[in-house]
């Protein structure tokens, strides 16, 4: 019995687990859980953030007693951190999730812009299509290029990238 192939509306997760490429499922709940806090946190400090360290904050980790917070500067981290307990006291007077919270915990995180993103796609498909080149010799499995066709077709939003391994297949 095969799996029957989502349609083209369909969230990206399920692409990706229709590809043979999904998180793991404990993994898959802890990106939905940050992704939800990341929302509500946003949400309730729309008033009190800049609009700058609203852009570029997420929930990277969270406890009943501990929120972090992941920001693209250390101006931004600082900024939070100073200001650390009013934001506390918003949260937990305003949300059930946080409302026992007692400690913000802030980490810089490096962000990648989509150009620089696209550029580092780029390059680790070069040097894959450099080794695809030193094995020629060897023919991708049916399984390999139904895999990496259908993360050309479904999971893969890069232009680029997406005509590359469509290439490779062809190759």
């Avoid at 192939?5 to 709940?29: E, K, V, W």
């Avoid at 939905?32 to 400090?45: D, G, H, P, S």
């Amino acid at each position: 019995m095969s799996k029957k192939q989502p349609n083209r509306l369909a969230t990206l997760i399920d692409h990706q687990a229709f590809a043979g490429s999904a998180l793991p499922q404990s993994l898959s709940d802890n990106m939905r859980r940050y992704a939800q806090a990341t929302t509500e946190v946003k949400e309730l400090l729309v008033d009190c953030l800049p609009e700058e360290i609203l852009n570029t904050c997420w929930v990277v980790g969270l406890t009943a007693e501990q929120l972090t917070l992941s920001v693209s500067s250390m101006t931004a981290a600082n900024h939070i951190r100073y200001l650390q307990k009013a934001y506390l006291r918003v949260l937990s007077e305003q949300s059930i999730t946080f409302q026992q919270l007692k400690h913000i915990r802030v980490v810089v995180a490096q962000t990648l812009t989509d150009t620089s993103l696209s550029e580092q796609q780029s390059v680790n498909l070069a040097s894959g299509l450099k080794r695809h080149k030193a094995n020629k010799n060897q023919a991708l499995s049916r399984n390999t290029k139904r895999t990496i066709a259908q993360a050309a077709e479904h999971v893969t939003t890069d232009k680029n990238l997406r005509n590359a391994l469509l290439r490779l297949l062809n190759e």
